[in-house]
């Protein structure tokens, strides 16, 4: 039996499809059964969403500025 | 079903390479708004992927001004064997390799938090001695990324979570999640096993949890 610590070892590998059979069978087990490993595992999937849905940083102007500028001797 | 929760946010193939097909005919055609939609998506998660390579801030963005220069000079000849994405973080990542290796104190990306060392996913002091939750993590509040994002502090403490990350970490992290780049083209991007991405993103990804974990319910 899958224990809760060795559960949150797993979970990468679970969302990443690479657990072999048994393995994701006794991960399926196991959360069908823990509360709180389905927590845990919910906010893995939330934080990996949240983190790809962050927006793009500000570039700095000077920075931008040089790159349209090269943009320009490219085009040119 | 819970594979394809995640992978649902990746445009699949067909999709990203029309859309690449349509920029890059923009961009060669000399369309500057085309230049800068890609440079504002990009630029940031150059930066950081260059930081693993030097550790130097300044000369990361020496690396990143370097980088684009060579996409324009060789967009006439990609070809779409790749995405576009993973064709420029592919130049950026041989460019800082070749730069990193110059600079006096940088080490080669492999020897970075040597991924032999065991980091626990969470806190062993939180498992009783059988391996069961002691402290079983709380519910949030927030259940989406949008909701969680829309608390500006929320959106900066992930982004400062994001920074302190160790340096490979955050590179895998910021390739695979960020900019949803596949597991290979990682691999490949940051010449890294196929085991090592996946035991980074693994911590990469457990320290976010846990630091979002902080913030939610402290
Ligand atoms: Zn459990």
């Not at chain 2, 990609?78 to 390799?97: H, P, Y």
């Given at each position: 039996?899958?224990?809760?610590?060795?559960?949150?070892?797993?979970?990468?590998d679970?969302?990443?499809?690479?657990?072999?059979?048994?393995?994701?069978?006794?991960f399926?087990?196991?959360?069908?059964?823990?509360?709180?490993?389905?927590t845990?595992?919910?906010?893995?999937?939330?934080?990996?969403?949240?983190?790809?849905?962050?927006?793009?940083g500000d570039?700095?102007?000077?920075?931008r500025?040089?790159?349209?500028?090269?943009?320009?001797d490219?085009?040119? | 079903?819970?594979?394809?929760?995640v992978?649902?946010?990746?445009?699949?193939?067909?999709?990203?390479?029309?859309?690449?097909?349509?920029?890059?005919?923009?961009?060669?055609?000399?369309d500057?708004?085309?230049?800068?939609?890609?440079?504002?998506?990009?630029?940031?998660?150059?930066?950081?992927?260059?930081?693993?390579?030097v550790g130097?801030?300044?000369?990361?963005?020496?690396?990143?001004?370097?980088?684009w220069a060579?996409?324009?000079?060789?967009?006439?000849?990609?070809?779409?064997?790749?995405?576009?994405?993973?064709?420029?973080?592919?130049?950026?990542?041989?460019?800082?390799?070749?730069?990193?290796?110059?600079?006096?104190?940088s080490?080669?990306?492999?020897?970075?938090?040597?991924?032999?060392?065991?980091?626990?996913?969470?806190?062993p002091?939180r498992?009783?001695?059988?391996?069961?939750?002691?402290?079983?993590?709380?519910?949030?509040?927030?259940?989406?990324?949008?909701?969680?994002?829309?608390?500006?502090?929320?959106?900066a403490?992930?982004?400062?979570?994001?920074?302190?990350?160790?340096?490979?970490?955050?590179?895998?992290?910021?390739?695979?999640?960020?900019?949803?780049?596949?597991?290979?083209?990682?691999?490949?991007i940051?010449q890294?096993?196929?085991n090592?991405?996946?035991v980074?993103?693994?911590?990469?990804?457990?320290?976010?949890?846990?630091?979002?974990?902080?913030?939610?319910?402290?």
């Amino acid at each position: 039996m899958l224990t809760c610590q060795q559960l949150t070892e797993l979970v990468t590998d679970y969302l990443e499809g690479q657990l072999p059979f048994r393995k994701r069978l006794s991960f399926h087990l196991h959360i069908g059964m823990c509360r709180d490993c389905r927590t845990y595992v919910r906010q893995m999937k939330l934080a990996v969403r949240t983190t790809g849905a962050l927006p793009p940083g500000d570039i700095p102007d000077e920075v931008r500025d040089q790159l349209l500028r090269r943009f320009r001797d490219w085009k040119d | 079903m819970h594979v394809g929760a995640v992978n649902r946010m990746r445009a699949p193939d067909d999709t990203e390479g029309g859309e690449d097909a349509v920029l890059i005919a923009r961009l060669l055609a000399g369309d500057e708004q085309a230049f800068v939609e890609i440079v504002e998506r990009l630029h940031g998660s150059l930066v950081r992927v260059a930081r693993a390579f030097v550790g130097d801030r300044a000369v990361a963005e020496e690396v990143v001004q370097d980088t684009w220069a060579a996409v324009l000079e060789g967009l006439p000849r990609f070809e779409g064997r790749s995405s576009l994405k993973t064709w420029i973080f592919r130049i950026l990542t041989n460019r800082a390799r070749t730069r990193g290796a110059r600079e006096s104190r940088s080490v080669p990306f492999s020897s970075f938090d040597s991924v032999d060392e065991h980091e626990p996913a969470v806190d062993p002091a939180r498992f009783l001695p059988s391996g069961k939750w002691g402290a079983p993590p709380r519910a949030w509040n927030e259940d989406s990324p949008e909701r969680l994002l829309a608390r500006r502090e929320t959106l900066a403490f992930l982004e400062q979570a994001i920074a302190e990350l160790p340096r490979s970490q955050r590179a895998v992290l910021v390739l695979r999640d960020v900019e949803g780049v596949d597991a290979d083209d990682a691999c490949d991007i940051l010449q890294i096993t196929e085991n090592n991405q996946r035991v980074l993103l693994h911590r990469a990804r457990s320290r976010l949890r846990a630091a979002l974990e902080q913030h939610m319910a402290p």
